[in-house]
């Protein structure tokens, strides 16, 4: 009887020390980060299985850094996390690119982070369009793709949403801090109701909307005609002026005049309180892109894009498909110089900023294998970075990536003279060393002044 008794009691012990063992398991895997798999990501890319694109990187003020964009994944980076088709993502790391944290913001339909800021509170303002109406955006969706903004802490925590737009199709591009308090957002609409029932044609305008620090907007400015015109990027100038640059089909009404080949580069300055100062246009017969614009420590303009034509002021470009190109423009908007980069194929220039020591700091892809990408094509589509003085001289022109499709969409330069950039890869090789990547992935590559790549 003893020894059966002991027996029974001997399993019981083994049974509830099992199921211990068991729930502190469990508790682990949920408090713990999980064990990385033994092929990992390289250590400057971030992502999960499918499509996950950086947008746009920003340096942080605790020394760090912030990358958003979009993500399709529900594994890897984003195991957990995702809420639906295409989701808003924010990923912070530290001065050395570690993780700190990473979320998704929006809701069950496709949401596109397309530019971020650290504003004066200490939070970071996330823009870019929704087509989502629950979750973070429940109830907010006013009909195709809305403009939105998003404000996070600065440990990634949702603080609020809002949505501009009207029925039709709304796209938030571009945000920057007013200095007079609040945010301005540059985009392009469709939308003829709502919150642009100022407008009356349903080709595409640009516009700048002021909001308060709760997104609210306070005034909203269009500006277009017949055909399609869309502001890209936007920058605060001399005096607080507001300068937009894009790209623009019409040659009526606000463009009246100004005959675009197949589309054009506009500059539009307006005052702080958001009436017109300017418009001025470039354009070969052709069509030409501008995607960014910084103000130069020269209170003058830099602004990057692409072009296909090979005349007027894009004489120098024509050498293939598309060429990218960078000019440099005073105060009031006239060219002081430009320079044009292709080979035979497309190439492109999306973000563009100025260095501490006055270089203009431009990234782009290349599809080039020839022109002036000979002997720098890597693969099939390559980041291209390119820096030139103020003064137009050339600095150098040079490629990063792997064999596959590498695209830089943002730049950025640091306080010690190096150079940040992000976009995305599907390359597993070259600079992305790593497992066969199994769609696009978000990275960070962080340069010298003079373009080398400094490793992790």
């Known amino acids: 009887m003893t020894h059966s008794h002991n027996t029974s009691g001997m399993l019981i012990l083994i049974s509830v020390i099992f199921t211990l063992f068991l729930i502190s398991c469990d508790a682990e895997s ?3 980060p999980p064990d990385k798999p033994d092929e990992q990501e390289s250590e400057n890319t971030y992502g999960g299985s499918s499509d996950d694109l950086g947008k746009t990187i920003i340096s942080t003020e605790d020394g760090g850094f912030l990358i958003v964009g979009t993500t399709t994944s529900s594994d890897g980076l984003f195991s957990g996390i995702d809420r639906g088709n295409r989701d808003v993502f924010a990923l912070k790391l530290n001065s050395d690119g570690n993780q700190q944290w990473v979320n998704t913001y929006g809701g069950s339909n496709s949401d596109w982070a397309m530019d971020v800021i650290e504003d004066s509170q200490g939070n970071f303002v996330i823009t870019g ?14 009909g195709e793709n809305d403009i939105f903004l998003i404000k996070i802490s600065p440990s990634g925590e949702f603080i609020l949403s809002r949505t501009i737009g009207g029925s039709d199709e709304d796209y938030g591009y571009a945000i920057t801090e007013d200095p007079n308090g609040g945010y301005l957002i540059a985009g392009s609409t469709r939308s003829v109701n709502d919150n642009f029932s100022s407008r009356s044609n349903s080709s595409k ?65 307006l005052e702080p309180n958001g009436s017109f100062n300017s418009l001025y246009t470039f354009s070969g017969s052709g069509s030409d892109v501008a995607n960014s614009i910084v103000t130069t420590s020269d209170n003058g303009f830099a602004i ?41 194929n497309v190439d492109e220039l999306y973000s563009i900023t100025e260095s501490d020591d006055g270089s203009l700091i431009s990234v782009g892809h290349s599809a080039s294998s020839d022109g002036d990408f000979d002997e720098l094509d890597l693969g099939s589509r390559d980041i291209i970075m390119v820096s030139t003085a103020l003064n137009g001289s050339g600095n150098f022109l040079t490629t990063f990536g792997g064999e596959q499709d590498d695209i830089a969409e943002s730049v950025i330069a640091l306080p010690n003279g190096n150079l940040a950039f992000t976009g995305w890869t599907a390359s597993s090789d070259g600079d992305f060393q790593g497992p066969q990547r199994s769609a696009r992935d978000i990275y960070k590559l962080v340069t010298s002044p003079s373009g080398k790549v400094q490793l992790p």
């Open 205 to 269: 305008d640009a516009f700048v909307v002021k909001t308060d620090f709760s997104g609210q907007p306070q005034w909203i400015e269009n500006f277009g005609g017949a055909e399609n015109d869309e502001a890209y990027d936007l920058t605060i100038g001399p005096n607080n002026q507001i300068a937009v640059v894009g790209t623009f089909a019409s040659g009526n009404s606000d463009f009246s005049g100004r005959n675009p080949g197949e589309s054009g580069v506009f500059l539009w300055k």
């Open 129 to 142: 369009y929704n087509r989502s109406d629950d979750e973070q955006f429940q109830g907010m969706n006013r």
């Open 30 to 32: 949920i408090t713990q």
């Open 304 to 344: 990057a894009g692409h072009t296909d034509s090979d005349d007027n002021i894009f004489q120098d470009a024509g050498n293939g498909q598309s060429d990218a190109f960078i000019f440099k423009t005073n105060s009031f908007g006239n060219v002081e110089w430009i320079n044009t980069y292709g080979g035979s």
